[in-house]
């Protein structure tokens, strides 16, 4: 047992008493005097800071106090359990809460900004055959899960991909556009990793001009270009994982887990890419002197037969940034 001989002021009179403080068990302090016993948790003793030679101050959660001579010794037994400053952390209710916001704001930043920047930086140095691989992967995937067949005619098929070859600024090999129907997602058009664009059926029949699709495709290449899915799916696992990490909770990972697929239909594309995306569109259609009122009429009418379809399957052209504001970005 360490004991250590003290002053002790009660904190109701000035009455000076000599006392020993016993370190009998863990976490516990006896305070032992003339007609005195008491028993404190440490947890109920805050040690004042040391200041040049004066005795150091114990004050107790009852409003007594102690004074001992400055000894290492005292720091120590009052951090039993690592640091001393750890030690009035754990037991500071409000140095907890700031230690909280702390993390929580640590947290944010690194989700807001350190995880987006770690995807960019990771989706533009995957190798070319990588990214070939994973929209190979991911289309086949589509059409397990969503896709059916397209019914287009081969006529129109030859139209569009014709279209679309002419809107490549170089002739990139391994861009190409892919027709399926989807009764599931209905009218609506993917960006794979890679360059595969994929167009429903029902957004075909939703056009009514060139010009409409032309924009839609346009976009989706802003997608290609700034290899937004990729990216979208990197940072949906990172924080997937990193939530996971923080909570403890492992069954949150099921979604870094879960097929390409599945993220990519369930998962809305962030602000920015939709905004970058449209900014791609609106460059290529005024480069080509179409109007940019026929890429505002076809998200319309996009939104409009959106709303026909079930809410948790969510697309790249929804409503995410709001079609209003999108279309009020068009105007401007
Ligand atoms: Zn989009």
Known sequence: MISIRAKRYDGNTSKREEVWLDWAEPG??????ENLNKR???????????????????????????????????????????????HRWENNLRYAFVALLLTGAVVWLVMEYGIPALSKQVAFALPVSTEEQLGEDTLSGLDRFIFMPSKLSAAKKQQLSKIFQQMLSEPESH??????????????????????????????????????????LAHELGHVQYRHTLRQVLQ???????????TGDILS????????????????????????????????????????????????????????????????????????????????
């Open 28 to 33: 516990f302090v006896n305070l032992r005097g």
């Open 40 to 86: 404190y948790a440490l947890s109920e003793i805050q040690l004042a800071p040391p200041l040049a030679n004066l005795p150091r101050e114990l004050h107790f959660a009852d409003g007594s106090l102690c004074e001992v001579e400055p000894s290492p010794a005292i720091d120590t037994l009052f951090a039993p359990a690592g640091s001393r400053l750890l």
């Open 175 to 216: 861009y190409r556009l892919e027709f399926r129907a989807s009764p599931r997602i209905g009218a609506n058009a993917l960006a794979l990793p890679s360059g595969i664009v994929i167009m429903t059926d029902e957004l075909v029949a939703l056009a009514k001009h060139d010009e409409e699709i032309i924009a839609v």
């Open 236 to 246: 949906n696992s990172i924080s997937g994982l990193l939530i996971a990490t923080l």
């Open 253 to 332: 990972t099921s979604s870094f887990a879960a097929a390409l697929p599945t993220v990519l239909v369930q998962t809305h594309f962030a602000r920015q890419f939709e905004t970058e995306a449209d900014d791609v569109a609106v460059l290529y259609l005024r480069a080509h002197k179409i109007s940019t009122a026929h890429f505002a009429n076809i998200l319309l009418r996009l939104t409009e037969s959106h709303h026909a379809h079930e809410k948790n399957v969510t697309d790249y052209l929804s409503t995410h940034p709001s079609t209003n504001d999108r279309i009020q970005r068009l105007r401007n």
